[in-house]
C-alpha cells in the first residue's frame, strides 16, 4: 500500500501515558513520523527524558504534566495544546492501569482507580480532543483507544474489573463510530487491542511464562491505521504475540 503518513507531518497528537511501555513508544514514533507529540503522564519527567532524546527527529515531542484522571488537570493539558500548538488533530487514549483485585474480598479503592483511569479518564479526554477538533473544524482527527484482547474475551484470574473496564472500551469505540456518523464527521475511531506486552503493567511472573509483543509492535500499529486512506477506519485491531495462549 502507498503511504500516506506524509499527511500527518507538522500534525498534533497527544498520547495520554507517555511516560513508560506503549504510550512512550507511541510518542517516539510518532515523532519519528513527523508529528508534534504532547505526552501527558504525573511523571512528567520521564516524558521530558523522552522529548529530549527525540532531538534530532523529524518532528517534537513536549511534555505535559496531567493526571488524567483529574478533570481539571485534563482540562488545562488541552488549553496548553490550544495555546501552544493550535490544538489537537489525534488522540491516543493510552494511560491505563490493571490490577488483579477480587471482585469478592478486593477493595473498593481499586476497583475504583481501575474505572476512573481505563473509562472515565479516556471519556474526557476523548471530549476534549473532539472539542478541538471542532473549534478549529478539523474533520479528519483520529481518536485511538488503546484497548486489550481483555476487551474481547472472558476475564481472567482476578482481572475482571480491568476486563470490565476494556470490555467497555470496546463499547464507547463503536458508540463514538455511531455518534460521529450521526453528525457527518469523518473523525476516524480505532480500538487497538494489544495481547502480552512487555512493560512494567503485567505480573512479572506472566512476562516469564508466555511470549510476549514488545511496546513498539503497538507503536506500529498506530502508525498502521493512521496511515491507511482517510476514508478508511481501522476499527477494530487486535494483535498477539505468536504462541499466546489465552
Ligand atoms: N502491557 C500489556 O500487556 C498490555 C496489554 C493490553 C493492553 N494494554 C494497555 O496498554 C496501555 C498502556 O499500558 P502499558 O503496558 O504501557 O502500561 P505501563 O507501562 O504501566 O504504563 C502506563 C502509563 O499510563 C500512565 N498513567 C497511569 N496513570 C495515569 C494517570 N492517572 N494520568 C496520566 N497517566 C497515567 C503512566 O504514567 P505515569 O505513571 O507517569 O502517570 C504510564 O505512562 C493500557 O491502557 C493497558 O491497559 C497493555
Redesign the pocket.
Given at each position: 500500500m502507498h503511504s500516506t503518513m506524509e499527511r500527518w507531518s507538522g500534525r498534533v497528537a497527544v498520547v495520554?501515558?507517555?511516560?513508560?511501555?506503549?504510550?512512550?513508544a507511541i510518542a517516539h514514533e510518532l515523532v519519528k513520523k513527523g508529528l508534534k507529540v504532547v505526552g501527558?503522564?504525573?511523571?512528567v519527567e520521564?516524558v521530558e527524558e523522552l522529548s529530549s532524546s527525540l532531538k534530532s527527529e523529524k518532528g517534537k515531542m513536549y511534555a505535559v504534566k496531567?493526571?488524567?484522571?483529574k478533570e481539571s488537570h485534563v482540562t488545562l493539558a488541552f488549553k496548553w495544546v490550544k495555546e501552544n500548538l493550535g490544538g489537537v488533530d489525534i488522540l491516543v487514549n493510552?494511560?491505563?492501569?490493571?490490577i488483579d483485585s477480587s471482585l469478592i474480598d478486593g477493595s473498593t479503592e481499586d476497583l475504583k482507580k481501575m474505572l476512573d483511569?481505563?473509562i472515565l479518564?479516556l471519556s474526557v479526554c476523548t471530549k476534549e480532543a473532539l472539542k478541538s477538533m471542532k473549534e478549529r473544524g478539523v474533520d479528519d482527527g483520529h481518536i485511538i483507544n488503546?484497548?486489550?484482547?481483555?476487551g474481547h474475551i472472558p476475564p481472567q484470574d482476578y482481572f475482571c474489573m480491568y476486563a470490565a473496564t476494556?470490555h467497555a472500551i470496546t463499547i464507547l469505540t463503536e458508540g463514538l463510530r455511531r455518534e460521529l456518523v450521526a453528525r457527518d464527521s469523518n473523525i476516524r475511531v480505532t480500538s487497538i487491542?494489544?495481547?502480552?506486552?512487555?512493560?512494567?503493567?503485567?505480573p512479572k511472573v506472566v512476562l516469564q511464562v508466555s511470549p510476549?509483543l514488545n511496546?513498539e509492535d503497538i507503536a506500529g500499529s498506530v502508525v498502521y491505521v493512521l496511515d491507511t486512506p482517510p476514508h478508511v477506519q481501522i476499527h477494530e485491531l487486535t494483535i498477539l504475540p505468536v504462541r499466546q495462549r489465552l
Open positions: 495520554t501515558g507517555a511516560s513508560a511501555g506503549i504510550g512512550a501527558l503522564a504525573r511523571r520521564k496531567c493526571d488524567v484522571t493510552n494511560a491505563g492501569v490493571a483511569l481505563n479518564a488503546i484497548n486489550s484482547v481483555a476494556k487491542s494489544p495481547g502480552l506486552v512487555k512493560t512494567d503493567l503485567p510476549y511496546p
